[in-house]
């Protein structure tokens, strides 16, 4: 159901819906209504598929970069690593899964810190597409792999708010009341939220922010790129949103 839900709000399914609706409001008659739906419709087909629409759309999920930079000069008793999504291994791999490319974004950032830091690493995520081990297991072995130790692996958090408030309750066992949260910008505002009431304070460790970009004609071109970013923002700014809602 979540799923579907996500398929008919996120582009295109949002714009293939308004231009339907707009097609059965022109064949009842009512041309005016059928006339401002179309242009909706084409408005949300087009410019969440260029790079400018995307980039405000994104400007938008990422809210402002102070905490982040309060956060850069802020110290913290360990490092949170939340799943990103995986995939599969090639056939006759002995592992069943890697990560994808937003979580090796995260991993790698991950990895940085640790050595510069020295703190422990707690890996988040569970097996939530079936692929025979918890995502916290597939991240820990790639760093593992890096030469990082993972002192922690939650491997039963079905979503962001999971990742957040299971790892705070390892955390507060080990004495440790702040932690570095490593995700992408877009991502970040939702992950901080997600520690409300948990006893322990984030600290972000945001990457890949995206800049504002000027609406020139090559940002005005249609890309699947951008369409991909503007899929992701709002999929963000419906999860803000909804965590507003059920945890504040």
Known sequence: MQRLLEALILPPGSGLLLLLAALLALRA?????????????????????????????????????????????????????????????????????????????????????????GRPVVTSGGDLDGLGEPEAETLARELVQLGIPVRWREGRAANTRENAVRSAALLREAGIRRVWVVTQAWHMPRLRASFAGTGVEPVPVAIGRIPAIPPTPDNLLPNAGALRRSALALHELAGQAWYGLRYD
């Open 29 to 117: 008659g009512w041309r005016r209504s059928a006339r401002a739906g179309l242009v909706a419709a084409l408005l949300l087909l087009y410019l969440p598929a260029t790079h400018w629409g995307a980039a405000m759309l994104m400007q938008a999920a990422q809210g402002p970069a102070v905490a982040e930079q309060a956060g850069a000069r802020a110290e913290a008793g360990a490092i949170l690593l939340p799943g990103a999504g995986r995939a599969p291994t090639p056939a006759g791999s002995r592992y069943p899964a890697r990560p994808s490319a937003l979580a090796k974004e995260r991993l790698l950032r991950t990895a940085q810190l640790a050595r510069e830091t």
